[in-house]
């Protein structure tokens, strides 16, 4: 999902910076606020750690294989600020040294992936856990569907930048990048509940509310991050929830955006996999597979969840030396 | 896919490996600026960059196999997402420049990747004043990818040693497995280097 | 004044089970002792209170005092700069992204900068035998090249107690050879924890023998460890080299 250079224009490239900027900074000082100096290391061995995860392979079907994305793996173990920073210095790193992603669009590709998808992942994650409670098929259920939804967000959000730039129309755009994510979240929400899962069971003590802030939540703060992702969301989704074919245009008339070469989408018919039969307007037809996908994604992660704690096989971890630093078990 | 292909060539002595790493990575920004920037069709433009950077990609003394590969693992997006922007009136125009930009783009900051170390850059990104919490974590996360992957390779060599059957479930939970795993010895490790970092004064 | 003196440390884990009872030793200035036992004996842990990585929460009465100071605050930030710890695993212990910035890394720490930071750096690199590593990454270094790389970072601190986990533990034998006569070359006082017992009989003309938390026999290395009793009884052996004493 990371956008090269040269698929973003200008506008969107400078405002999705400026937005990915403003979010990494609340981050920041999240962590300087929560996070205790000696768990400061644990960040940076974080980041390392989701890069060296997200090289595994998960065979999918012949040949294919799929992969970790990580931001709802980071923000439930280690909290949401926290992945933030996480997500955002994996992509620095694969931009800049791995050339994935372009330099111009880093702006963009920090909004979706170090932004939009660990806050909609996290955000799903307390308000379910909130409704299932403690134990641990709660959790893994919570988990389980914030990851899913999380790259489904962060899919629609890079949908929304490259309709903006007038690269791929929205049509087009949002039932391939969201269809197919629709698909890929589900290997995204089964890795990251059989990592937490596999967590629980080695070192449950590390999935402790300890990771969450322990101090009263700054409401201020959370209602400026929340403004920013819906703001941002807002930006790329609006045309296309008006729910008009010509949304896109007339949202660029009202705001000014000068047509580009593309300027006024013909009603091309997108991607047939996508559209129920019998419905007319492609927008409505994506608009429920959107919702059919959501719903069947829900019941898997129910399921997913009670198929990982049933009650045979859950050893009881015997307390370990705990948190002395340094002291290797050895000596 | 991120086997460091480029990273044996970081340490060669040409021409370009020996200018700053500021001046390399503020130029990369400067060209992939323009590019960018550059209207749809200025096939000329892009000429001229093209030929700029292959000048420069000589002088490098990379070998243009490596380069090649490394262009080639990012292509398949690329090329991807530029084919869904033919799908609309004016697409073939829109797909050409397009892939032309980002392909040029893309053969930049391979060239930078090339001939700058991360250590090198980071360094730079310190004096541009960017926050410190965010230079520590990617100098950490730099320093302790390689020892990470190779943990993991070790990991995954243990358990497919045991294992038997071939099935895709047993591969799948023997990766979440690895990846559990490695994320415990990280935390651990990370509470050593926290130690490690106080036995020599780090001030907090 | 002893560069070292510990009296009664006692220390217990979280969970409860005790680490360290009783500990009680010296070691002079310049002198290179061996500390040696079973695995679990709680020798990394004894290693962790010289320099006030524990306790966690600091005693009531400081057991371990370093030249004249004991290992509490407000000397803890002066007590670190004369300690130097050598961890097990270097790669826990080299977390800067070049040799040169991690050598650098404790007289930053003190404050220096500029030229003096400079020489510092230089000076610990060439006593260590690594000129020219400067720009070096550390995950290009062998293991025997980055023990000697936190080494260094522990020299320019201008430590004059050195502490060591397990120093030759994964070295092949050139390895153990480079680093024993660099151990040798060093003036400073040297507590070296080990498995290694012919490095103790090689470097330690005194040595400590600790058992489930205690220290049950202290003394000369070649009467020590020629005991055979002793070493058996304590999970320990007799080495080769006090095996097969050849007269010259």
């Known amino acids: ?331 | 896919m991120y086997r460091a292909l480029l990273e044996p060539y970081q340490h060669q002595r040409s021409a370009i490996h020996r200018l700053s790493a500021g001046v390399k990575a503020g130029g990369a920004l400067a060209f992939v600026l323009a590019i960018v920037l550059l209207p749809r069709a200025s096939w000329t433009a892009y000429g001229t960059g093209a030929a700029l950077l292959l000048l420069l990609a000589g002088l490098s003394r990379i070998p243009p196999t490596a380069l090649a590969r490394r262009l080639l693992l990012v292509e398949p997006f690329a090329l991807g997402v530029a084919l869904l922007s033919l799908l609309q009136p004016n697409g073939l125009m829109v797909f050409a420049a397009t892939l032309t930009k980002s392909t040029l783009c893309l053969f930049c900051m391979v060239l930078l990747s090339g001939t700058t170390r991360f250590s090198a850059l980071l360094r730079v990104l310190w004096r541009i004043r960017v926050p410190s919490l965010l230079v520590t974590t990617l100098a950490l996360m730099h320093r302790y990818l390689f020892v990470l992957v190779d943990e993991t390779g070790c990991m995954m060599r243990a358990r497919r040693s045991r294992t038997f059957t071939r099935d895709r479930a047993s591969a799948w939970r023997s990766s979440a497995s690895v990846i559990a795993h490695l994320f415990v010895r990280s935390s651990e490790r990370a509470e050593r280097i926290y130690a490690a970092m106080c036995a020599r004064g780090w001030k907090t | 004044m002893n560069a070292l003196e510990v009296r009664d440390l006692a220390y217990r884990y979280p969970d409860g089970t005790d680490a360290l009872q009783g500990i009680r030793f010296e070691v002079a200035e310049g002198e290179r002792v061996g500390l040696i036992g079973p695995n679990g004996a709680g020798k990394s842990t004894l290693l962790l209170h010289l320099n006030g990585l524990l306790p966690e929460h600091p005693a009531a009465v400081p057991a371990v005092h370093v030249l004249g100071s004991p290992v509490a605050e407000p000397h803890l930030a002066a007590i670190r700069a004369r300690v130097g710890l050598l961890f097990q695993d270097p790669d826990d212990q080299i977390f800067c992204p070049t040799v040169w910035e991690d050598v650098a890394f404790g007289p930053l720490q003190l404050g220096l900068h500029g030229a003096g930071l400079a020489t510092r750096v230089e000076q610990a690199l060439e006593q260590v035998g690594l000129r020219g590593f400067d720009e070096r990454l550390p995950h290009h270094l062998s293991r025997g090249e980055k023990r000697r790389v936190c080494l260094a970072g522990l020299l320019a601190c201008e430590a004059r107690l050195l502490a060591l986990d397990e120093p030759t533990s994964d070295l092949d034998p050139r390895g153990r050879r480079e680093l024993k006569g660099l151990l040798e070359s060093l003036p400073v006082t040297q507590v070296i924890a080990t498995h290694d017992l012919e490095l103790v009989v090689e470097l330690c003309p005194r040595v400590i023998v600790l058992d489930r938390g205690a220290v049950v026999a202290q003394g000369p290395t070649a009467e020590l460890l020629a005991d055979e009793q002793l070493m058996l009884a304590h999970g320990l052996e007799r080495p080769h080299i006090l095996r097969h004493r050849h007269p010259h």
């Open chain 1, 1 to 331: 999902m990371h956008i090269p250079d040269g698929f973003l224009d200008a506008r969107t490239a400078v405002a999705t910076g400026v937005l990915a900027t403003a979010g990494l900074g609340l981050a920041l000082a999240g962590v300087r606020r929560t996070v205790p100096p000696r768990r400061i290391p644990l960040i940076g061995l974080a980041a390392a750690f989701v890069f060296a995860a997200q090289m595994l392979n998960f065979p999918v079907a012949g040949g294919t294989s799929g992969h970790l994305i990580g931001a709802v793996l980071a923000a439930v173990l280690l909290g949401p600020s926290a992945a933030v920073l996480v997500m955002s210095a994996v992509l620095i790193l694969q931009c800049l040294m791995f050339a994935d992603g372009g330099v111009t669009a880093l702006g963009a590709n920090l909004f979706s992936m170090a932004l939009v998808a660990p806050a909609v992942g996290y955000g799903i994650y307390r308000l379910l856990r909130r409704l299932v409670g403690e134990e641990l098929r709660g959790r893994l259920f919570a988990t389980a569907f914030a990851a899913w939804c999380s790259t489904v967000a962060a899919a629609i959000s890079c949908a929304g930048q490259l309709a903006l730039s007038g690269t791929v129309p929205l049509r087009v755009a949002l039932p391939a990048m969201g269809g197919i994510h629709l698909l890929i979240g589900l290997g995204e929400a089964l890795i990251t509940t059989l990592v937490v899962a596999a967590v629980a069971r080695a070192r449950p003590e590390l999935l402790l509310e300890q990771t969450e802030p322990r101090l009263q939540p700054r409401y201020g703060e959370l209602a400026a991050r929340g403004v920013l992702v819906a703001l941002g969301l807002a930006i790329f989704v609006a045309p296309f929830a008006s729910g008009w074919p010509d949304g896109l245009e007339r949202v660029a008339a009202t705001l000014g955006f000068e047509h580009r070469g593309a300027a006024t989408p013909v009603l091309a018919a997108p991607l047939p996999d996508y559209q129920f039969p019998g419905v007319g307007s492609a927008a409505l037809s994506t608009v429920i597979a959107g919702v059919a996908g959501t719903l069947v994604a829900f019941g898997l992660a129910w399921l997913l969840a009670s198929l990982l704690t049933r009650p045979s096989g859950t050893r009881a971890h015997p307390g370990g030396r705990g948190d002395v630093p340094g002291v290797s078990r050895a000596a």
